[in-house]
């Protein structure tokens, strides 16, 4: 067995002021957890935790301060990951000395896959960026921060609407919550899916999304606008995407002409009635997959009419494999 697979990897949180709290304390938590249960199997712990920044003290985005972080660090011996967060804010900024220094501090690292790794949450990303770490890399981050990434590296090929992205050795995610979708990934690559699972359950996390899962869940896509009309149709869809609708139908929710609800949907919603709906239909169908369903009984629970029109509404929209893919990831 190689001896650094025995070895614990140490996870450096490098900190600046105003870090967004749940980029890191759900990921360490999810760490923390999985080490309990590996001590609970009678087995070694995998990951350990520090927490670094250029000064000794922080303060936190919800204004708790941190005393007693360490420096960051100079030296690694064995497996080690740096984890990257985000600030609140509509942008980033690099110009603080704080700042400065941890960006000078990443473009003296040698990132590679097994030894030195990378984990950027929400704007993390930003901060890899400036520091010349994503050039030529696949990368994703918050949805408020996508242009701002473009800006700071032409050469790093953005994923948009992605909960996180690989391109070992680095790992990116797109913001808040789902550094913990990345850290549970990560905690299944290296200690088995049941352990991943099983820290999943202890924190309550209804359901662990992969790399190829959206950031905006799509019963949450194109409503936002303020027309309630459309919403009260948008609503009746997303509880029954089921039911046998169509546009008239929808129409009568709204209390309006067919060709009028069209054109609410295009002008408010951005998207037409008949897309909406498949792609609600498609999400019911993802999420049937993921429970355990058939192709065939989720197709029926989506409002499909059969297995060949789920396939095809599948690869319309772009989602990788295919419905019977899905569900042999799900078995393996």
């Known amino acids: 067995m190689d001896p650094e697979s025995e ?7 490098a900190l600046l002021d105003h870090s967004l709290v749940l980029d890191w304390a759900g990921p360490a938590e999810a760490l923390r957890i ?37 420096p960051l660090p100079t030296r690694w011996d064995g497996p080690a990951w740096v984890v990257l967060v985000g600030q609140p804010g509509r942008s980033i900024s690099v110009e603080s000395d ?44 918050h949805h408020h921060h996508l242009q701002e990434l473009r800006e700071a590296d032409a050469r790093c090929e953005i994923v948009a609407n992605r909960v996180f992205v690989r391109d070992p050795p680095v790992y990116s995610s797109a913001g808040v919550t789902t550094g913990i979708d990345l850290v ?13 699972a099983q820290v999943a359950q ?13 950031e905006l869940s799509p019963f949450l896509a194109h409503r936002h606008h303020l027309h309630a009309t459309l919403h009260r149709v948008q609503d009746a869809v997303s509880e029954r995407p089921q039911h046998d609708w169509s546009v008239p139908r929808m129409a009568k929710v709204a209390h309006t002409s067919p060709r009028h609800l069209t054109r609410l949907f295009v002008e408010h ?18 999420l049937a997959l993921q429970s355990g369903a058939s192709v065939t009984r989720a197709a029926e629970l989506s409002g499909f009419g059969s297995d060949t029109q789920l396939r095809r509404a599948w690869h319309q929209f772009g989602l990788e494999g295919s419905p019977s893919a899905a569900v042999q990831r799900l078995v393996r």
């Open 7 to 13: 070895r614990p990897i140490r996870v450096v949180f």
């Open 34 to 70: 999985a080490n309990q249960a590996l001590r609970a199997r009678g087995q070694r712990e995998r990951f350990a935790i520090e927490f670094a920044s250029p000064y000794p003290d922080s303060v936190t985005s919800v204004g708790v301060r941190l005393c007693g972080l360490q």
């Open 98 to 141: 704080g700042a400065r220094q941890l960006i000078h501090w990443l473009r003296g690292l040698r990132f590679e896959a097994g030894r030195l790794e990378l984990l950027t949450i929400c704007a993390g990303a930003l901060l890899a960026a400036h520091a010349g770490v994503l050039s030529g890399r696949r990368a994703t981050t």
């Open 184 to 196: 549970l990934h990560r905690i299944g690559e290296l200690c088995g899916a049941a352990l991943a």
């Open 202 to 214: 202890t924190m309550v996390v209804a359901q662990r999304r992969g790399p190829h899962d959206p």
């Open 269 to 286: 919603a951005g998207v037409a009635p008949l897309t909406y709906l498949r792609r609600l239909r498609l999400a019911s169908a993802q």
